[in-house]
């Protein structure tokens, strides 16, 4: 079962098989009965569990989960939540009298680096921004808040694991029960609009990369490992690091791969393709381009969603933009009428 702020819940009926149903649904109770271990973050023995949740205008109002007959998570949004661990009772509280602006604290009981502990969540409006966690030692794991770009994070010893910097991903945390960010995957840390980083205990960097329009650009470290994108689109370090005065033009239109010139000649820029040869037609965006000794004209076209330009090799004796263009869709070689777009994306 999946809900969302938005006014939407969603029922998958079965395995993903590729044969579940699926039904929107706007107002009404779901009863879910089975025999399992519906927290995958707590170690135990099959229980017979019951989940019983309303809903009502798409949002979840009330979710109760009982385990052999006994309420261990029972959330009334708008009102209050009720946690029950091997530690007793816990109490969230939020904002009474609606279910989307929801304020107030969330404790969890679960594991960290192979540790049980106490995860602390704040929440303004549903949103993430603080969050503590604490192992059952008492030993402070890391303490993030929303305003800072970074934080430590220790082992229950209270030795150095990592120094992070980025902002931690708390998108939907509230609706997914409050755990720690930091016990999913590294790759899956952080909100990727402000470059981020983990440096492990000797100073080593781990994992580090930055988003620029919705593309990874510059120097990404996968776990310890240097990569280097431009535009998106990974380019070896020789080419990276070699300033766009000094990369030739020609050496990199002889590329193969349509993105990787696409990249490059986006770092030289459209003036250093123009050095190479000459325009010898223009039309909005595109740029046709006729280079010396070279067998093939270079068409550039703009891409409508990222912006980005690529280049793209056509027939020698194209002499129009759409000519060309038209031509990368197999009109002349396959088709004989020309493809009108309705809408480019």
């Known amino acids: 079962m999946m809900f969302y702020s938005t006014g939407v819940v969603r029922v998958a009926s079965g395995k993903m098989n590729g044969r579940s149903l699926y039904d929107i649904l706007d107002s009404g109770t ?56 091997e530690h007793g009772r816990e109490i969230t509280r939020f904002r009474k009298g609606t ?34 966690f604490f192992y059952d030692n008492g030993a402070l794991a890391y303490d993030w808040r929303m305003n800072t770009r970074g934080c430590k994070v220790k082992n229950a010893h209270g030795e150095l694991l990592y120094q992070i910097t980025g902002y931690l991903d708390g998108r939907n945390n509230a609706l997914e029960g409050g755990h720690t960010v930091l016990a999913k ?5 952080f909100v990727f609009r402000a470059p981020f980083e983990v440096r492990d205990a000797k100073g080593k960097v781990m994992y580090k990369g930055q988003i620029v329009n919705r593309q990874r650009q510059g120097l990404w470290v996968v776990d310890g490992k240097s990569v280097y994108y431009e535009h998106g689109v990974e380019i070896p370090k ?18 193969q791969n349509a993105q990787a010139r696409m990249a490059l000649m986006a770092k030289i820029g459209p003036e250093r393709v123009a050095e190479a040869g000459k325009v010898i ?22 891409c409508p969603s990222t912006k980005s330009y690529y280049f793209l090799r056509v027939p020698k004796d194209s002499k129009k933009c759409e000519q060309a263009r038209q031509w990368t869709f197999h009109v002349g070689d396959g088709f004989s009428e020309p493809i009108k777009f309705a809408v480019e994306v």
């Not at 989307?100 to 993430?128: D, I, N, T």
């Open 99 to 132: 279910t989307r602006a929801k304020h107030g604290k969330a404790r969890r009981w679960e594991k960290l680096f192979g540790q049980m502990g106490v995860c602390h969540s704040w929440y303004k409006r549903g949103r993430l921004i603080r969050q503590k």
């Open 238 to 255: 020789r080419l990276y690091e070699t300033p766009p005065d000094q990369l030739d033009p020609k050496e990199i239109l002889t590329l």
């Open 30 to 85: 779901i009863r879910i009965k089975g025999k399992g271990n519906p927290d995958w973050q707590i170690e135990s023995h099959a229980v017979e569990y019951e989940r019983i949740v309303k809903f009502a205008d798409g949002e979840i109002t009330d979710n109760r989960l009982t385990q052999d007959g006994k309420t261990v998570h029972h959330i009334v949004f708008g009102s209050f939540e009720t946690l029950m661990t």
């Open 281 to 302: 037609h223009k039309d909005g965006e595109m740029r046709l381009y006729s280079i010396d000794d070279y067998d093939v004209n270079i068409l550039r076209v703009q």
């Open 185 to 189: 995957p590294m790759r899956e840390w």
